[in-house]
Structure formats: C-alpha cells, structure tokens
C-alpha cells in the first residue's frame, strides 16, 4: 500500500512564502520545522548542513530535499518531512530552488518518500497545482495524488 504524504506531513510542517533567502538558512527552516513536529534531535539539522557539503541535494524542477547523513539516522525519531515554498527562488549552488522538503526518514522510509515527491515534481499538473496553491491542505492533495 501507497503510504500518504499526509501521513509524514503535517500541516504544521507546510509554510508557504518562506523567509530564507540562501541555501543554508533554507537548510535550517527546513529542518527546524522538522525539530518543531517533533520527528528529529536538534543535531539533525546541522547534520542536514553536513550532507549539503559533500553532495547537493537539488533534484531540478525547482526541487531541493535537504537531510542528514546517514550518521543521523539515530538523531530521526520518526519519518516526517517539511515543505517550504519560496516567493523567491533560493539559490542552490547555481540552481533555482522554489521549493525545499526536509526530509528525515527512519530506516528505509525516505525511499518511499523520495519516490512521492519525484511523482508529483515530474508532473507538469502537479508542479502547477503546487505553485498555485494558497492553503497547507491544497499542498498536501497535490503531494498525495488527490489534484
């Protein structure tokens, strides 16, 4: 079975017009949401910071998934991600990024994880239905197939 989007988002978790206005403070609200749900340590965060130095962490289409290394793991309480859309493009070492999810998968979670986002960031309707959405709820249909 499918796992939802919505069962490792939560509304909490959604901030449309980001306050970030580079890549490492895009990081840290992405992983701060993260620490606020409750699914990571602290630690995570700067772990996230960790893994952008040794691999970018843009996909394209917009699209940047921060998360920490593999050493983290322990740091993660439960798989939970965050979604934070910029007015703004950040700049992902060279990249535009609109959006960035924070990713904290427990196990072999963000697999799963990875594979709804690349669904919905590969789909022109979706890609459009995210840019236009006004509401926490809005992003969540679109990222759990429902637009």
């Known amino acids: ?8 988002l939560s509304r909490e978790a959604i901030v449309l ?6 890549r490492d403070a895009a990081i840290t609200e992405a992983g ?21 130095t040794s691999v970018s962490t843009f ?8 998360h920490g290394t593999n050493e983290a793991k322990a740091l993660i309480r439960q798989t939970a ?10 700049d992902w070492k060279g ?10 998968g427990a196990g072999d979670d963000h697999l799963t ?3 709804a986002l690349a669904g919905a960031f ?15 709820d809005d992003i969540l249909a679109v990222l759990d197939g429902k637009v």
Request: hydrophobic content about 45%; proline content about 5%; charged content about 20%.
């Open 1 to 8: 079975m499918r796992r939802q989007m919505s069962d490792v």
């Open 17 to 22: 017009g980001g306050q970030a206005r580079d």
């Open 32 to 52: 701060q949401l993260l620490v606020a749900s409750g699914a990571v340590d602290e630690a995570y965060v700067a772990a996230m910071h960790e893994r952008e």
């Open 59 to 66: 996909m394209g289409n917009g699209l940047a998934i921060p």
């Open 81 to 90: 991600i965050s979604f934070i859309r910029y007015d703004e493009p950040i």
């Open 95 to 104: 990249s535009p990024a609109t959006y960035v999810v924070g990713i904290a």
């Open 113 to 115: 994880v990875l594979q």
């Open 122 to 136: 590969t789909d022109d309707d979706s890609l459009a239905a995210l840019k236009a959405a006004q509401t926490p």
